[in-house]
């Protein structure tokens, strides 16, 4: 199949991830860019599958990217039937629907799905032990996704942060400008990761498999796709400042001076391997793909 004639269903074209799709996906076949308010032109809402039967029924795509979820972690603990119909259930009916039209489908997930107990970097098969609602939802995504699709890419990805959306590089930027002194948590450790470069590797994934479902299928699982090296949110938050021409003062805090609805991974670091030896992508230290997006290359 050409590439360029492929039909690509992208969910959730307005989030941070998905936006970023929008272009680097362009090249592999026709996008059908969907979001749940209708700006992007088709709209679905995974909390109603009827709109995802309808989409599908329309698109008979060949390739499904799923970048939509319920993403609010704190909000997930008050709101769990919600987090539950997008992130856990809804995945089962993409996966069923693909596999019903032989669509291959891409999806993310997160390092929530761990507890964060490890000092070492986690790989894909690690005991998950996700504490919050928000993780537990994702990780029951992921396998009601593989135990329906055969041609099915999870992959897992965490710190997400960009041009767009809601986001820790964001609120930093908001903040320096607006306070003298900011407060920021220094025992979490985990590894930012730019939008952008989750968008690239997943278009250079799916060209390697040359956009066919049958590829697909011979590389089907779970992999995960962060930015190499590791670093604390507070050092996350020194390197962005260290970007801009702001005086304000950074004080690493514990998480306990900063209480949230929903418990963090003390340590969630993901190991990049697989991704590595399976399609020969080095994916780059988080310092420099912030310098890129900071840079506004
Ligand atoms: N952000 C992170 O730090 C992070 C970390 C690890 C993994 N991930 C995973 O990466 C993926 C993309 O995350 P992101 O950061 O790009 O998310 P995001 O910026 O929060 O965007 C999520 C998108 O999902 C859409 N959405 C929410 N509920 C929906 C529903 N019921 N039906 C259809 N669309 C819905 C939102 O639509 P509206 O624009 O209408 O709200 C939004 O466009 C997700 O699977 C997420 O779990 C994210």
Known sequence: MSQTSARILLIGSNGQIGRELLRTLA??????????????????????????????????????????????VDKAESEPDV??????IAPGIIGELATKQGAAVIHYSTDYVFDGASGFPYKEDD???????????????????????????IFRTAWVYGQHGQN???????????RDEVRVVDDQIGSPTWSRMIAETTAQVASQLKMNPAQFSE?????????????????????ILGNTESTCRLLPIPTTEYPTPAMRPAYSVLDNMKLHDLFGLALPDWRHSLQQCMDGS
Do not use: C
């Not at 987090?83 to 856990?88: G, I, Q």
């Not at 820790?168 to 607006?178: D, I, K, P, Y």
């Open 27 to 72: 090249p592999l076949g026709e996008i059908v860019a969907t979001s749940r308010d209708n700006k992007a032109g088709l709209t679905i809402d995974l909390a109603k599958p009827d709109s995802l039967v309808q989409a599908f029924n329309e698109v008979k795509p060949v390739l499904v990217v799923n970048a939509a979820a319920y993403t609010a």
């Open 83 to 88: 987090a539950e119909a997008v992130n856990a």
């Open 127 to 153: 005991k998950t032990n996700p504490a919050g609602v928000y993780g537990r939802s994702k990780l029951q995504g992921e396998k009601a996704l593989l135990d329906t699709a055969d041609n099915a890419l």
């Open 168 to 178: 820790f590089l964001r609120t930093m930027l908001r903040l320096f400008a607006e």
């Open 219 to 239: 590389k089907r699982g779970i992999y995960h796709l962060t930015a190499a090296g590791q670093t604390s949110w507070f050092d996350f938050a020194q390197a």
